[in-house]
């Protein structure tokens, strides 16, 4: 009788520590998924920003150049007209640097090339973070898990392109390589 206490002892205890095991298992794969879609979500909200704070930067340094612009055009009038000199002196007075270079220009095409470079990094991110977490959804046992426990699938990002990219995505082809300046 002493050795079938023991023993049903000793099952109950293993019974009760797969239990637990069980548990933290699924746990931690609830607490693991959690964690994952907050990490896409929030990257999707950093790549949204980045995307914005692209075209503010781009749009505001446009003005500047087109500012510029108007200042030449209205510097060469001037020239035309027979009051140049004076025209010349306050441009030169006022913004030294810019009066006939080009520098506004390359400051623009640098900026538009250095906001499109971080934008493509917070969204390349932004899909390794997805890759992630569709990994994780797939393994075998999380996977399992998380479709027991009702845990939706997050929808993959939606990366944001052109009309010309999906075309050539769609058709495998792009020939045109012309720049429309």
């Given at each position: 009788?002493?050795?079938?206490?023991?023993?049903?002892?000793?099952?109950?205890?293993?019974?009760?520590?797969?239990?637990?095991?069980?548990?933290?298992?699924?746990?931690?794969?609830l607490n693991t998924d959690t964690r994952l879609?907050?990490?896409?979500?929030?990257?999707?909200?950093?790549?949204?920003s980045n995307f914005d704070k692209m075209w503010?930067?781009?749009?505001?340094?446009?003005?500047?150049?087109?500012?510029?612009?108007?200042?030449?055009?209205?510097?060469?009038?001037?020239?035309?007209?027979?009051?140049?000199?004076?025209?010349?002196?306050?441009?030169?007075?006022?913004?030294?640097?810019?009066?006939?270079?080009?520098?506004?220009?390359?400051?623009?095409?640098?900026?538009?090339?250095?906001?499109?470079?971080?934008?493509?990094?917070?969204?390349?991110?932004?899909?390794?973070?997805?890759?992630?977490?569709?990994?994780?959804?797939?393994?075998?046992?999380?996977?399992?898990?998380?479709?027991?426990?009702?845990?939706?699938?997050?929808?993959?990002?939606?990366?944001?392109?052109?009309?010309?990219?999906?075309?050539?995505?769609?058709?495998?082809?792009?020939?045109?390589?012309?720049?429309?300046?």
């Amino acid at each position: 009788m002493k050795y079938l206490a023991i023993g049903a002892t000793a099952i109950f205890a293993g019974v009760c520590v797969l239990a637990l095991v069980v548990i933290g298992s699924v746990v931690s794969t609830l607490n693991t998924d959690t964690r994952l879609k907050n990490a896409v979500q929030t990257q999707t909200a950093v790549r949204d920003s980045n995307f914005d704070k692209m075209w503010k930067v781009i749009e505001q340094k446009a003005t500047v150049t087109k500012a510029s612009a108007k200042t030449r055009v209205d510097l060469v009038k001037a020239l035309i007209e027979g009051r140049g000199a004076a025209m010349v002196k306050i441009v030169h007075e006022s913004n030294p640097e810019s009066a006939f270079s080009g520098k506004d220009y390359e400051l623009l095409s640098g900026a538009i090339e250095s906001q499109r470079q971080e934008f493509f990094r917070e969204e390349k991110f932004l899909l390794s973070k997805y890759q992630e977490y569709a990994n994780y959804r797939e393994g075998a046992i999380s996977g399992t898990i998380l479709n027991l426990a009702g845990r939706g699938k997050l929808l993959p990002p939606i990366t944001i392109t052109s009309d010309k990219t999906k075309k050539a995505a769609e058709s495998g082809e792009d020939n045109d390589t012309k720049l429309d300046i």
